[in-house]
């Protein structure tokens, strides 16, 4: 059976995408990650390349240490109006709300928030009819004018439409101005198993909305589809007038009911046009060639600047994370005493494959730190070093053990992470993959000291929104992190 693939693997949920001439830019949800919303670029829709986060000063993006692990950052719409890229988002902390940031340049700099205190809930979209009248919709669905430079709210919230009858979490409103009429897309039926995406239109932005007879218009529930829990997408037209969706799925692997690890991923696929104006989805789209994120990853450290696709827990302050203070290493301070706490001290990068391996040259001789492979406080595994024994951690729930132990040499040691097919693929009770944690000998040998069942790491188990991440941490003291590496391995 052919693959079928992400056009943005790994932890990569809630797309929203937007051209411009000839290049498209995508973003993507973040949770309890800094910096925040992963912005894309393109030239085909198939292969996108990191280029920054929108989300990247400490005044844009804040995120409160008792803040829940799938908090945070929720759901952008990112739009190009009257010379300027928009972003409307949804910080989920305590107190937060949605806002407005906006750019002339989509890598940067973008403005500091304009808080939207009239709009409620969450999954805001934008789009201005042909008055100038700046539409925000939202889940529920509803929606409210407002002045986007200001974020004055311009009317009364009304609602449009929500779904299908008895269908739950009408969300992921998406506006447009399509031919002769006005389309509404929404998500339903919640992100798991029963996601879909649905369709209404109607004369103006604020309808009356007819739903469209073959609704949903796409969905994998109940099928047998590699590429699960559909939904959440964007439409967009590309330069040559074909239409295309992007939407969130998920890639369950194992046995019975199934786990997925990367979290929710960025999938593709064409939109054509009935002769009655309905759009129709075809099958997905998958990159026929390697992509940026199948290339190995390699990190020395020797840039002021860490490469966008770093993320750390909730925020990252120069004191506990810096490429300065060693040159040519990565430097971090902790702040708790493990990778249990709301503030751990971590750095690290989506897991983009079902199969991968990642190491680290790890300087523990003042503290304790290492690799972790991490979904949240109460689910990662992870390898450490005190500059004199390896040691391999897992925390799953309320559980948290010491699983083994090596003696390794004084000095800085090569800890690594892989992961790989589960060993009794068919057997109904197999979890997705394993996860083996070890230390690499000088011949460049992986020694496993621990190989631990991956269904643990899964969203399945730990519940949430996010996916896998791996890098350094330091749990204790100071780690100096000389290179990391992280490649794709078949299987």
Request: aromatic residues 8%; contains cysteine; charged residues 20%.
């Given at each position: ?287 026929a060639d390697a992509t940026a994120a199948d290339a190995p990853f390699r990190d020395d450290f020797d840039l002021p600047e860490l490469h966008p696709s770093w993320i750390s827990v ?178």
């Amino acid at each position: 059976m052919v693959s079928v693939l992400p056009v943005v693997p790994g932890f990569h949920p809630d797309p929203s995408v937007c051209r411009v001439n000839d290049d498209y830019y995508l973003v993507c949800s973040s949770f309890e990650y800094f910096p925040g919303i992963p912005l894309f670029h393109s030239r085909d829709l198939l292969h996108w390349t990191q280029i920054g986060n929108v989300l990247d000063r400490p005044e844009q993006l804040r995120l409160p240490v008792d803040m829940t692990s799938s908090g945070g950052v929720y759901a952008p719409t990112l739009r190009h109006h009257d010379g300027r890229f928009w972003l409307i988002v949804t910080n989920c902390a305590e107190g937060a709300g949605n806002f407005i940031v906006t750019a002339a340049d989509p890598t940067g700099p973008w403005s500091a928030p304009t808080w939207l205190p009239g709009i409620p809930g969450i999954d805001p979209d934008l789009a201005w009819d042909e008055d100038g009248t700046c539409w925000c919709t939202f889940a529920g669905v509803g929606q409210i004018p407002i002045d986007p430079y200001t974020g004055r709210v311009l009317g009364e919230q009304r609602g449009l439409w929500s779904g299908a009858p008895g269908a739950r979490a009408p969300e992921a409103p998406h506006l447009y101005h399509i031919g002769d009429h006005w389309y509404l897309l929404i998500a339903e039926g919640g992100t798991e198993r029963g996601h879909g995406i649905s369709i209404a239109r109607g004369p103006g932005p604020t309808g009356p909305f007819e739903p469209c007879p073959d609704n949903p218009i796409l969905t994998h529930r109940g099928t047998d589809h590699p590429v699960q829990n559909t939904g959440h997408g964007d439409l967009v037209q590309a330069a040559d007038g074909s239409w295309w969706l992007v939407f969130l799925g998920v890639r369950p692997h194992g046995g019975t009911p199934g786990w997925h690890v990367m979290g929710r991923e960025t999938f593709l696929a064409p939109v054509t046009w009935t002769e009655d104006g309905w759009p129709t989805v075809g099958d997905i789209v998958s990159p026929a060639d390697a992509t940026a994120a199948d290339a190995p990853f390699r990190d020395d450290f020797d840039l002021p600047e860490l490469h966008p696709s770093w993320i750390s827990v909730r925020d990252r302050s120069t004191e506990h994370c810096s490429t300065k203070e060693r040159s040519g290493s990565l430097t971090l301070r902790a702040r708790g005493s493990s990778l249990d706490e709301p503030d751990a001290v971590f750095i690290g990068r989506r897991q983009q494959h079902p199969a991968c391996h990642a190491s680290a040259l790890v300087d523990a001789g003042q503290g304790v730190g290492g690799l972790a492979v991490r979904l949240d406080e109460q689910h990662h595994y992870g390898i450490e070093t005190d500059g004199t024994q390896a040691r391999v951690i897992s925390r799953v729930g309320s559980v948290r053990a010491v699983v083994a132990t090596l003696p390794v040499p004084a000095g800085p040691t090569v800890l690594g992470v892989r992961v790989s097919g589960p060993p009794a693929p068919h057997d109904p009770r197999t979890g997705p993959d394993v996860v083996s944690l070890g230390v690499e000998r000088p011949d460049g040998a992986f020694s496993v000291l621990a190989t631990l069942d991956g269904r643990y790491l899964s969203t399945e188990v730990a519940g949430g929104f996010t996916g896998r991440v791996i890098g350094p941490y330091a749990a204790r003291g100071t780690v100096h992190v000389d290179w990391f590496g992280y490649e794709p391995l078949p299987g």
